[in-house]
């Protein structure tokens, strides 16, 4: 039964987004632009998810990785001309390496805590990376931030923003993959189960700890991924890409789109970049309906803007065989089953 | 199947969106159309309206028109971050098709907003965003862009010549940290050790410190005076905490410590202190008389640079558009149009260099309580005490030789009698 | 052609020529008259900035670590509170004249927006930790945007009765009064909540309730009522730092997420729930911020942070918490 619901899911997703890549070239160039930002900023949201929605852990810090793959790319491009041209894969890779690297380092200190101290200790090491950003002037240029004059070319010419935004999707479509076939996997089966008792997890043997340091690296990839991406795509690269907000925002974004379902995370981006950057500038008074959006998603949507079919399907009376487990998929975010009222 | 259905709806929504989106029409051509990109949420919010208050005060006179053409300001809110700033620049010009845009008040927006300008090929005029580098050294990346306001440095050099003239030996810098105070003390230093003067300390309190306690028990007792560059929030707190700290020889600042967007909200403990810019609220000629009266009347509060600054150059587009009788000359020819035009403005005359940077009289100021313009209280205002006309960014050294040495930074000019 | 990197040739890494050393320190300060009283004075003036800072902290931290302690919520707005503090206070005395109204008026309106923001939204999401935490936040952009709209954004500075504003001068060492009217504020408020936490019968309730919630229940008490009454002490005292704090720090938009970071490093360094540990903590806070960045300024980014997450890997409750 739920083997072909998840059938279906994939097939809607996969919909969706060939819908994307084919009608979004077609509409304006501003257009294109918010599309290809939201799509590379997703990554950084999906990989958050990963430690959220899959196994419990709520990072205020996730803007790092996506520094340190920003930072290296501009670095290299301003400075010494590296990744214009066909090298650009080799950024890419670098990139991921580099931003895995700290949260390896990052991941040491980390993931020794759990629930909210987690929340503050990676607060703390994302603003540790911001004040070096910021400080470290030599290096990081300071406030000024750096500039990326040129997008790579390497027979196709990345300037052109249709053809971006087809690389920028394709990464995207290429890191959805690759994380839904990490949490579908035993490995990603076991982060689940983390979340929901690690207590009984440890006792059946499993090394919990070490779990959650792989998935905190692995997350911390895909975050310098959307860094390499974002620097392209927003041609500077400052000390706001790693400032608490920005972390903050991708948490709220994740949250949005549904925790644990990674497709929420490009949703999330979506309606929250929609708001910030196309609202704005038709009325004044986004700020509230971008804060009201949170606050009643987070009211009455627990499972997220993902989680609006399964509950129109058991509005609609389809859930008689009780299955709230498939209130789309984050079970993270359930809301208490003692409901405390006075 | 309720999948089915939800699939259609969602392919049917997409579809129905991206149209609406694709089917904006193609704007006016008779019109002219500006950008205009300022904070307009967030912590620098007033600024942005500050800013927004001086071009429209400018667009009343007259009429919304310039030249014979209309013209249409869209207003776009950067929420001072580069990225904002960027997306809302491309916006502009590839939705609204603005001829031009102005605005960016961080240095770090102008850098974002300047390659943007030239890979677009629109006009980008900067009323704000100071940073030095973008009509010095950078200015060959930058065809399209124009400065109407000022450089970090520009008005800090002539102080600093001031400085020594009052017979300061030693003074103490204490300047936010970050690359616009880097700038200014850069540009008083190196005049002011030039003359003879000796910068003893260089204190980098972090952008944005409310509480400088930490610092002020540093400071050299036998310096002569303090030089302090406040941003933001900052200017209110520094006096009040220098002089509590029985700190009582001069305070002298830089443009941003007791400008106007902050002065009506210090207290007593400024009177005295002295700081320099190319404007002054309280510059006491008719045509600023009239300028501060009418701003004030209009939106209940004495005009800063920032309002002054967005109303000279929105003057100085409407002086451009009149030459060619309202038709628009195309950006290079635009741009070469503003550079020859000498104009009166609130601030006193302006013109512009070869670097596409205002030159421009710098006033030194100081801060009384005194009654102003026949206003009938007794008031905070900065009064200028001495003018130096006709001021560039290179002040007195000559371009070439300007451009020779590094941007001022942290380490430029380096600190020899520092310890 | 690319250039370099913000064109900033300078080589100034976190460079260690530039940090002043003890001995650089103890010769400058006695480049002036009399060598070791000076140094002393440096030394004592530093600590008194740093105890008076620490004052403000522990008013804006006490409120937090009696949040999570009671109710496990991380308040994201808490900064929000702080700011609203300052705010309201700055209307009762453009409204009124008196800063002495402003101080009551403004804590108390806080406390109510407090327990409404409990009551009407936090309360019916029952015990998930995460999603109030990011309530919260969402709360937190609304306020900052209506204060905006209310006040406009210009930076505001609450001016305290000029007898306040006076400095003392003791042992060659000036004391700015307002600092220690700080300290006293801070000292009155924490003496208050002790006796209440130690003496009275409400104070058992609430220790027994941060202790454990469950078995509080079983005994028969109302946590719910406590945790209302929480939230809104929290936002109260949170308030009443925006106010005193408003005089020292100012009242701008963004003070509201500048001081949030630092709220939780001193709940963090001391310890959740723990009233001695936000004290303490608000202490440590202010001394090693002060003297971090009097004697290493160019690290004053971290003198924040890195403690805070090197306590937090060691000891993930804080330096008192229980848990």
């Not at chain 3, 806080?110 to 999401?125: H, K, Q, S, T």
């Not at chain 3, 160019?298 to 409750?317: G, N, Q, R």
């Amino acid at each position: 039964m739920s083997m072909a619901r998840d059938r279906v899911k994939i097939l809607i997703v996969v919909v969706a987004l060939a819908a994307v890549a084919l009608i979004v070239p077609h509409t304006t160039s501003f257009i294109i632009l918010l599309a290809t930002r939201a799509l590379a900023f997703s990554i950084l949201v999906m990989s958050l998810d990963l430690l959220l929605g899959f196994t419990g852990l709520a990072s205020l810090g996730q803007a790092a990785y996506l520094g340190v793959g920003a930072y290296l790319t501009a670095i290299l491009a301003a400075r010494y001309q590296v990744g214009l041209g066909y090298d650009f894969w080799l950024v890419i890779v670098f990139g991921m390496l580099g931003a895995a690297a700290l949260a390896a380092l990052f991941g040491l200190l980390a993931t020794r805590a759990t629930g909210v101290y987690f929340l503050m200790i990676t607060l703390a090491l994302g603003q540790c990376v911001w004040g070096l950003a910021y400080r470290w002037n030599s290096l990081t240029g300071g406030d000024n931030g750096i500039n990326l004059q040129h997008r790579p070319k390497f027979g196709i010419d990345l300037a052109n923003p249709v053809t971006f935004f087809y690389v920028v999707f394709g990464f995207f479509a290429v890191s959805l993959l690759v994380l839904y076939v990490i949490v579908r996997s035993p490995f990603g089966r076991s982060l689940v189960g983390i979340r929901e008792r690690e207590p009984r997890m440890k006792i059946l043997g499993y090394n919990t700890w070490l779990h959650k340091y792989i998935a905190f690296i692995i997350a911390g990839a895909f975050g310098g991924l959307s860094g390499v991406l974002w620097a392209h795509t927003a041609g500077i690269v400052s000390p706001e890409n790693v400032v608490l907000t920005t972390s903050v925002d991708a948490l709220l974004m994740a949250v949005l789109g549904g925790a644990g379902t990674l497709v929420g995370g490009v949703i999330g981006a979506g309606v929250v970049l929609f708001i910030r950057e196309y609202l704005s500038t038709v009325v004044h008074w986004w700020q509230y309906v971008l804060g009201g959006v949170y606050v009643l998603v987070i009211l009455y949507l627990p499972g997220g803007l993902m989680s609006i079919p399964g509950r129109v399907r058991q509005w609609r009376g389809a859930a008689e065989f009780g299955s709230r487990t498939e209130l789309g998929g984050s079970s993270a975010l359930r809301v208490g089953v003692v409901k405390q009222r006075e | 199947m309720t999948s089915k259905i939800e699939r259609r709806a969602g392919l049917l929504t997409a579809v129905c969106f991206a149209v609406a989106m694709g089917a904006m029409p193609a704007a006016a051509q008779e019109e002219l159309r500006i950008g205009f990109i300022a904070p307009m949420t967030g912590p620098f919010a007033q600024v942005g309206k500050d800013m927004n208050d001086g071009l429209n005060m400018y667009m009343e006179e007259v009429n919304g028109n310039f030249g014979g053409t209309k013209v249409k300001i869209i207003v776009e809110d950067s929420q001072a971050k580069p990225d904002t700033a960027v997306t809302k620049a491309k916006k502009l010009i590839l939705e609204d098709h603005v001829q031009m845009f102005i605005g960016g008040v961080l240095a770090s927006e102008g850098y974002a907003l300047a390659p943007v300008s030239t890979a677009e090929k629109t006009v980008y005029v900067s009323s704000i965003a100071a940073a030095d580098d973008l009509t010095q050294r950078q200015l060959g990346n930058y065809p399209y862009f124009i400065r109407t306001g000022w450089t970090s440095s520009q008005p800090h050099q002539p102080l600093g010549q001031w400085a020594c003239d009052q017979g300061y030996k030693k003074i103490i810098a204490v300047a936010a940290d970050y690359a616009f105070g880097y700038e200014v003390v850069g540009g008083f230093q190196k005049v002011f050790e030039d003359c003879g003067g000796k910068i003893v300390q260089k204190i980098w309190p972090p952008l944005g410190t409310k509480d400088f306690g930490p610092y002020i028990p540093t400071f050299k007792s036998d310096a002569d005076a303090v030089f302090s560059l406040m941003v933001g929030p900052m200017p209110l707190q520094f006096p009040k905490q220098v002089r509590a700290s029985g700190w009582t020889k001069p305070i002298i600042g830089g443009g941003t410590s007791y400008d106007e967007s902050v002065l009506p909200f210090m207290s007593d403990e400024a009177i005295g202190d002295v700081s320099a810019l190319q404007y002054s609220a309280g510059l006491q000629t008719p045509r600023n008389e009239a300028f501060v009266k009418a701003y004030r009347a209009k939106y209940g509060k004495v005009p800063s640079y920032f309002s002054e600054s967005n109303y000279t150059t929105a003057m100085m587009i409407d002086m451009v558009m009149k030459q060619t009788k309202g038709a628009w000359p195309g950006p290079e020819a635009f741009i070469a149009k503003m550079l020859t035009l000498k104009v009166d403005a609130p601030r006193g005359p302006v013109s512009f260099d070869d670097m596409r940077n205002p030159i421009q009289d710098i006033y030194i100021k100081k801060v009384e309580k005194t009654k102003m313009f026949g206003y009938d209280k007794d008031e905070l205002w900065n009064v200028v005490i001495k003018t130096y006309p006709a001021v560039s960014q290179f002040w007195t050294y000559g371009k070439d030789a300007f451009l020779k040495q590094p941007v001022y930074s942290r380490d430029f000019p380096p600190c020899k009698n520092c310890e | 052609m690319a250039r370099a990197a913000g064109a900033k040739i300078s080589r100034d890494t976190l460079s260690i020529q530039s940090l002043p050393t003890w001995a650089k320190l103890k010769a400058k300060a006695s480049r002036g008259k009399g060598t070791e009283a000076v140094d002393a004075r440096f030394w004592l003036i530093q600590a008194f900035n740093g105890i008076s800072y620490g004052a403000l902290l522990f008013l804006v931290g006490s409120g937090l670590s009696l949040i999570f302690g009671v109710m496990r919520i991380v308040n994201l707005s808490h900064g929000s509170y702080f700011l609203l503090g300052g705010y309201v206070a700055l209307s009762v005395i453009w409204a009124t004249g008196s800063w002495l109204l402003a101080i009551p008026v403004a804590a108390v309106t806080v406390a109510l927006i407090g327990l409404v923001m409990e009551r009407v939204f936090l309360r019916p999401l029952g015990f998930d930790p995460l999603r109030q935490v990011l309530l919260t936040v969402g709360f937190a952009f609304l306020f900052q945007q209506a204060a905006l709209d209310i006040w406009t954004g210009n930076p505001f500075d609450i001016n305290p009765p000029a007898v306040l504003t006076q400095t003392i001068v003791v042992g060659g060492l000036h004391l700015p009064l307002y600092r220690i009217f700080m300290i006293g504020v801070a000292l009155f408020i924490g003496l208050t909540l002790w006796l209440v936490m130690e003496k009275t019968r409400l104070g058992a309730t609430i220790r027994a309730t941060v202790d454990d919630a469950q078995m509080a229940r079983g005994v028969g008490i109302d946590t719910s009522y406590i945790s209302m009454l929480i939230f809104a002490l929290g936002a109260f005292l949170a308030a009443l730092g925006g106010v005193i704090g408003g005089a020292f720090l100012g009242v701008y938009p963004g003070l509201d997420f500048e001081m949030l970071p630092i709220a939780f490093a001193v709940v963090i360094i001391g310890g959740m729930g723990s009233l001695g540990g936000a004290a303490i903590g608000a202490l440590i806070v202010g001394l090693a911020d002060n003297f971090g960045k009097a004697l290493f300024p160019e690290i004053s980014y971290f003198t924040l942070y890195a403690p805070m997450a090197l306590i937090l890997a060691v000891k993930p409750t804080g330096l008192f918490g229980r848990e």
